[in-house]
Nanobody, 123 residues
Framework: VQLQASGGGLVQAGGSLRLSCAAS????????VGWFRQAPGKEREFVAG????????LYADSVKGRFTISRDNAKNTVYLQMNSLKPEDTAVYSC?????????????????WGQGTLVTVSS
């Protein structure tokens, strides 16, 4: 079971980044996927999630209207398009596969985690 997040980097406020989460087919099979982030000194928080088929999405209030989650099951990849980035978006972003196929924001429902990618937004 392997997940790998990529696409992080340094960007100015107002800029955009697209994160990718690649997984083995076994990891993605029938699983919802979520993006989480953890800033220094803070707890991990839910950012966005998507159901197995991609028909349902869920966003944290802090990123609604700015971030978009999508998935390409043929490529076993989930994306997080981040626009209008703010300094408070600075964090390590990680992706995770849920135990089930329905989208959820509950941390406890995510069973498979990959290493994160650092996003730094300068003011």
């Amino acid at each position: 079971v392997q997940l790998q997040a990529s696409g992080g980097g340094l960007v100015q406020a107002g800029g955009s980044l697209r994160l990718s989460c690649a997984a083995s087919r076994r990891t993605f099979s029938n699983n919802a996927v979520g993006w989480f982030r953890q800033a220094p000194g803070k707890e991990r928080e839910f950012v966005a999630g998507i159901s197995w088929r991609g028909g349902s999405t869920l966003y944290a209030d802090s990123v609604k209207g700015r971030f978009t989650i999508s998935r390409d099951n043929a490529k076993n990849t989930v994306y997080l398009q981040m626009n209008s980035l703010k300094p408070e978006d600075t964090a390590v972003y990680s992706c995770a596969a849920a135990r089930g196929s329905l989208v959820t924001s509950l941390l406890s429902e995510y069973a498979y985690w990959g290493q994160g990618t650092l996003v730094t937004v300068s003011s």
